[in-house]
């Protein structure tokens, strides 16, 4: 599979490449500083971090509303890639092309600097986890994959805005203090938020979540230590529960008298139901927790940035704990 995608990527290099050498005209937005975010949570936070910043275009790769773990790269895609100053990704299982491109681009003497989160998270990064009873892939990794969904934890986020901060100063000189000072504002923010948390998740009544679905949650439940049940792990390609399954989280919904099933953002919401229509009461309730993982930009100015949609979390999580 890798070596496919490094061919995708030196192919889409490659056009790239040959369409730029031809185009006699310069793209309408030259002259301005680029910045390109491949998920959403990531342009939001840049939007706070350069806001006010003279002749920058800020923009998002995965602007389509296609799930990041189906994201296909385009040339189209390369082209702006290549063009940018500043790349920022994710650098997990479901953008593990974006480390070929990082590569192409260093090869082919592009000017773009292109920054991989799960590297600037280091050691805070955690390997994906297979807790009692979730559904096992059908194919065995050969390796332990970390989980990627590091902005889902606001600890995270503050980390990592107080990095990209640093790395702006680099590609935007001209900004580097309004950028510090956006960075400070943007913390204080954070903090609040991350401090309505901890606040509200202490006083729950019960500590354990249950999701009929993906959970791409991990970072934020060891955030304010809770427990979890999940059908799959986060970037498991499996969409379908065997009976083992859901006889196990039914049994748990009922063992655990929890309020309601967990499910993310986009699902059909079938293997929740089915869940609750195998409990012994069959009551609970279908919630669902926003990961942001195909959150577009006109998405977010109907339902709210990255904040509010861990507020709305927030509330989430208070009803399916109490």
């Known amino acids: 599979m890798k070596r496919i995608i490094a061919f995708v990527v030196s192919l889409a290099l490659t056009v790239a490449c040959v369409a730029g050498c031809s185009s006699p005209q310069a793209p309408a937005s030259a002259g301005k500083h680029k910045i390109i975010a491949a998920i959403y949570p990531i342009y939001d936070w840049m939007s706070h971090l350069t806001e006010g910043a003279d002749d920058l275009s800020l923009s998002l790769l995965a602007d389509n ?15 702006q890639i290549q063009d940018c100053d500043l790349f920022v990704y994710i650098g997990g299982e479901s953008d593990n092309w974006a480390k070929d491109v990082a590569d192409s681009l260093q090869k082919n003497g592009s000017k773009a600097k292109t920054v991989s989160l799960m590297d600037l998270m280091g050691d805070k990064a955690k390997e994906e ?3 009692e009873g979730m559904q096992e892939e059908k194919e065995e990794e050969e390796e332990k994959e970390l989980d990627e969904h590091i902005w889902l934890s606001l ?61 791409p949650f991990r970072y934020l439940t060891d955030d304010y230590d809770l427990k979890y ?55 609970a309730k279908i919630l669902t927790l926003d990961s942001m993982q195909s959150m577009t930009i006109d998405k977010a100015k109907s339902e709210g940035d990255y904040l509010k949609i861990m507020e709305k979390n927030l509330e989430v999580l208070q009803q399916a704990l109490n």
């Open 65 to 79: 509303g296609t799930d990041i773990h189906s994201y296909q790269l385009t040339a189209d895609d390369m082209m």
């Open 129 to 131: 986890e297979h807790v």
């Open 155 to 215: 600890k995270n986020t503050r980390f990592l805005c107080s990095e990209l901060t640093k790395t702006l100063g680099e590609v935007l000189p001209d900004d580097k203090a309004l950028c510090e000072k956006n960075a400070e504002k943007y913390d204080k923010a954070l903090a609040a938020m991350d401090e309505q948390y901890t606040k509200a998740l202490g006083e729950k009544k019960r500590d354990t979540l249950l999701f009929g679905d993906r959970f």
């Open 229 to 283: 049940y999940a059908a799959f792990a986060g970037c498991s390609a499996e969409t379908e529960a065997s009976f083992e399954t859901v006889a196990f989280l039914a049994n748990k919904l009922d063992e655990l008298q929890l309020p309601a099933v967990i499910t993310i953002d986009n699902s059909d919401q079938k293997i929740a139901q089915t869940i609750i229509n195998t409990s012994k009461s069959g009551s």
